[in-house]
């Protein structure tokens, strides 16, 4: 496989591992110049449609995910008969090689990995997908330390008929949730338990279960309680501690219900490592005992309902005192967006409430320092003390402007969206270097270096312009003109010759030919006939001795000189007095002639050639 071209657009390079149904290379992108990740659904798989299937739908799955903290697809296809999958390539390690290179992972460390992983996975439970297969292995760090949640191959969407799992889609057992492992009902909150059992293995460096067998590690989670890291990292806080509790208890409904409530909680601790975080034990459940009883107390309600009015009276009165108290402690959130950090903080300090800048991001709508977003929205009313995350603008990004010269449109529209740029203009001219549809110019041109979001002009060629050439034999010079005129062409060089077929002023030839094809705008040459020879005889006195004779004819009225018929020499010059008969030949017309004795002119006079 390693030099081959597949389905001759990605050159695979290297071998970057293997899987139980595919292998994944790094290969070269060729028309785009760029490295990407190319997963091939193994050979002996080919010909089983329950594979294949499996394969695309891994594509499907991830074609529908679009984020920053979620591996891109670029395309997908078949090359001799095996399915591929183009992906983003990150040149780093997985998580669990991160792990395992140092050991365990510090508190504010985890919670920043665990918060960009939940930003992804939250994405995909948007569109309805969840993961099942949530693992260090399937989340892979840019050369940056983003995480990137790749593998997307067991995936399924999010329906009422999610029930049973088989065992293939059981996903690594050390990470596996109890409902998967019995084959129960799956959601949202089963890839949250393995994202649980992946934050304790980063903080301790170790697993909470193994055995023997995968189906004994399967039972410990279905049977035990996952232990607080604490156990083995005393200097891990009670809240990070917490959090992995609430997202490994074995009843859903005891863990958090949704990755939203997860990020809630991440952001107390992005802020404050030390922050309390509450437990979900119980948070969810309700007693059916409770029900039966309140259903009771209703029936007897009904009897002494005089009774209850007045004691309903009273809690009203008791409710809107307390509701006061609690109101004064409630504030308004203030909008800080576009805000200086400073004014943001002073806003938000005087409104009791924490604030804290969540991170730094470019924006070539924001100026730099100034607030992009914050969380909570403003306008919300909180208790007062809530944190008040922020995000500040850094800035535009400066980038280099992409070379896309020689693309085809789409192509160049696409690499210039994913470098950061918009298009704001697309022109389309005639040109003969390159083909319909290809860009043969941009602006700003490649490798400029311009702010992040620049509006970018494409010049996009239409072909040539071509077109074909008139018959121009036979025809005047005025008739030619208009000829070439009308079919964008111009007249060029313009030559005569003598010519006994054609009569004086007609054109014998054109190049280009006629009913060629040639670029509009393209000079054509033409030959005009003089016509047929006549020779015709001048008779001369010489009127000095040894003097050079010369004889101009012209064409009339007054054009310019045709060629001298006649010139003595000096070797052998013309004696003074001498009579002589000069011959003149020229087709058909009138002419006009000087006779010039050392360059002075002495006669001249008009033929008339018939």
């Not at 004819?553 to 310019?560: L, N, Q, T």
């Amino acid at each position: 496989m390693l030099g081959k071209t597949i389905d001759g657009k990605y050159k695979i390079e290297e071998l970057l591992g293997s899987g139980g149904m595919a292998k994944v290379y790094k290969a070269r992108d060729i028309r785009l110049e760029r490295i990407v990740a190319v997963k091939v659904l193994k050979e002996e798989y080919a010909d089983n449609e329950q594979f294949v299937n499996k394969f695309m739908k891994e594509a499907k799955a991830d074609a529908k995910l679009a984020h920053h903290n979620i591996v891109g697809i670029y395309d997908v296809g078949e090359d001799d008969g095996l399915p591929y999958i183009v992906m983003e390539y990150i040149n780093g390690p997985t998580l669990k090689e991160y792990i395992t290179e140092k050991g365990q992972l510090s508190p504010h460390e985890t919670i920043d990995i665990i918060y960009s992983v939940t930003l992804g996975i939250a994405q995909a439970h948007k569109n309805g997908i969840i993961h099942r297969d949530i693992k260090p292995q399937n989340i892979l760090l840019t050369s940056n330390r983003v995480p990137k949640v790749a593998d997307f191959g067991i995936a399924t969407a999010i329906t009422s008929s999610t029930l049973t799992v088989t065992e293939e889609a059981l996903g690594s057992v050390h990470y596996v949730s109890p409902e998967q492992a019995r084959g129960g009902f799956l959601d949202e909150r089963s890839d949250l338990y393995s994202l649980g059992i992946m934050m304790y293995e980063m903080l301790t460096g170790k697993l909470p279960y193994d055995g023997d067998s995968p189906v004994a590690v399967a039972l410990m989670h279905v049977q035990n309680d996952v232990p607080s890291p604490k156990n083995l990292v005393r200097r891990i806080p009670d809240g990070v501690a917490q959090m992995v509790l609430n997202l490994t208890r074995r009843k859903t409904q005891n863990r958090y219900q949704n990755a939203n409530d997860l990020l809630s909680d991440l952001k107390k601790l992005k802020a404050d490592i030390n922050a309390d975080i509450a437990p979900t034990y119980g948070k969810n459940k309700v007693s059916s005992r409770r029900r039966a009883i309140a259903e009771k107390n209703r029936q007897r309600l009904k009897k002494a309902i005089i009774i209850t009015a007045c004691v309903l009276l009273s809690v009203s009165l008791i409710t809107l005192i307390v509701y006061t108290v609690r109101a004064n402690s409630r504030v308004s959130v203030p909008i800080v967006t576009e805000m200086t950090q400073e004014e943001a903080r002073a806003a938000i300090e005087e409104a009791k409430l924490t604030y804290y800048v969540i991170q730094f991001k470019s924006s070539g709508q924001v100026e730099e320092g100034k607030i992009i977003s914050q969380t909570p929205e403003g306008g919300s009313v909180v208790k007062k003390g809530t944190s008040v995350g922020v995000i500040v603008s850094s800035g535009p990004q400066v980038v280099r402007v992409p070379d896309v010269i020689g693309l085809y449109e789409a192509e160049a529209v696409s690499k210039l969206k994913k470098a950061g740029f918009s298009v704001s203009e697309i022109k389309y001219e005639n040109n003969t270097e390159y083909k319909n549809g290809q860009v043969f110019d941009q602006s700003p041109v490649k490798d400029t270096l311009v702010e992040e979001g620049t509006e970018i002009t494409l010049f996009v060629s239409l072909g040539k312009d071509s077109t074909t050439v008139p018959n121009l034999l036979g025809e005047n010079l005025e008739e030619a003109k208009k000829l070439l005129t009308a079919a964008g062409l111009k007249i060029g060089g313009i030559d005569y010759e003598v010519s006994a077929k054609y009569a004086k002023g007609v054109i014998i030839k054109q190049t280009p030919s006629a009913y060629s094809e040639a670029d509009k705008n393209t000079s054509v040459d033409v030959v005009i006939s003089l016509g047929n020879l006549i020779t015709k005889y001048i008779e001369y006195d010489v009127k000095g001795s040894g003097v050079i004779v010369e004889i101009l004819v012209a064409d009339v009225p007054g054009g310019r000189p045709l060629n001298r018929e006649y010139m003595s020499s000096d070797e052998n010059p013309e004696p003074e007095g001498k009579h002589i008969k000069l011959a003149v030949t020229r087709s058909p017309g009138e002419y006009e002639y000087i006779i010039y004795e050392n360059d002075i002119p002495e006669e001249s006079g008009r033929i008339n050639f018939q």
